[in-house]
């Protein structure tokens, strides 16, 4: 028991220790901190990758609309309500 008591006297490994206190719990760079701020970064890059494919597949179908005129005109007839002059246009909403 003497044996650690010693340790305890000396100057050196009680600054260390408090220091290594200090930087774990109180610092605002604490391992909780770091625990959360990786989580978030995991999070942020699944994020990432999901509209990175989103990203691709909205490319792909930009790609196809713009070579084919018929599939065009069919889009936007149904997403933006476009018509031709002689036609009427009916939207049934349904409950």
């Given at each position: 028991?003497?044996?650690?008591?010693?340790?305890?006297?000396?100057?050196?490994?009680?600054?260390?220790?408090?220091?290594?206190?200090?930087?774990l719990?109180?610092?605002?760079?604490?391992?909780?901190?770091?625990?959360?701020l990786?989580?978030?970064?995991r999070?942020?890059?699944r994020q990432?990758?999901?509209?990175?494919?989103?990203?691709?597949?909205?490319?792909?179908?930009?790609?196809?609309?713009?070579?084919?005129?018929?599939?065009?005109?069919?889009?936007?007839?149904?997403r933006?309500?476009?018509?031709?002059?002689?036609e009427?246009?009916?939207?049934?909403v349904?409950e």
């Amino acid at each position: 028991m003497n044996k650690y008591l010693k340790y305890t006297k000396n100057f050196y490994f009680v600054f260390t220790f408090l220091f290594i206190g200090w930087m774990l719990f109180i610092d605002t760079n604490d391992i909780v901190s770091q625990f959360t701020l990786q989580s978030k970064l995991r999070d942020l890059e699944r994020q990432k990758e999901y509209y990175e494919i989103r990203k691709e597949k909205i490319k792909a179908e930009r790609e196809e609309l713009l070579s084919n005129y018929e599939l065009l005109e069919k889009f936007a007839r149904e997403r933006y309500l476009m018509k031709r002059k002689t036609e009427d246009l009916y939207v049934i909403v349904q409950e």
